[in-house]
Nanobody, 116 residues
Framework: VQLEESGGGSVQAGGSLKLSCAAS????????MGWHRQAPGKERELVSR???????NYADSVRGRFTISRDNAKNTLYLQMNSLKTDDTAVYYC???????????WGQGTQVTVSS
């Protein structure tokens, strides 16, 4: 089982990026999936999650600007990020299958840098 993120990069404040997370293997359509981020010197935080039925949750800091979605047919998770702020600068990680109070699978991360 592997998760591979893509779509990170550098953008100016106010810009947009769309992250993708391609999942290999079976069973992800039944799994909760999420995006986390870790900024330098800070702990990793949950940005957004999506349940198998499409229910979504967002951190207060990104609600209204970020949109999580999934395409189960393609085993792919997305994060559309609009109105980016410098505080959004971080490494963004995809995670899948929350069981026993922890995420079972993690991607390697993709860097997002927002400049003023």
């Amino acid at each position: 089982v592997q998760l591979e993120e893509s779509g990170g990069g550098s953008v100016q404040a106010g810009g947009s990026l769309k992250l993708s997370c391609a999942a290999s293997g079976d069973g992800f359509s039944n799994c909760r999936m999420g995006w986390h981020r870790q900024a330098p010197g800070k702990e990793r935080e949950l940005v957004s999650r999506i349940l198998f039925d499409g229910t979504t949750n967002y951190a207060d800091s990104v609600r209204g600007r970020f949109t999580i979605s999934r395409d189960n047919a393609k085993n792919t998770l997305y994060l559309q990020m609009n109105s980016l702020k410098t505080d959004d600068t971080a490494v963004y990680y995809c995670a899948a299958c929350f069981m026993n109070y922890q995420w079972q699978y993690w991607g390697q991360g993709t860097q997002v840098t927002v400049s003023s």
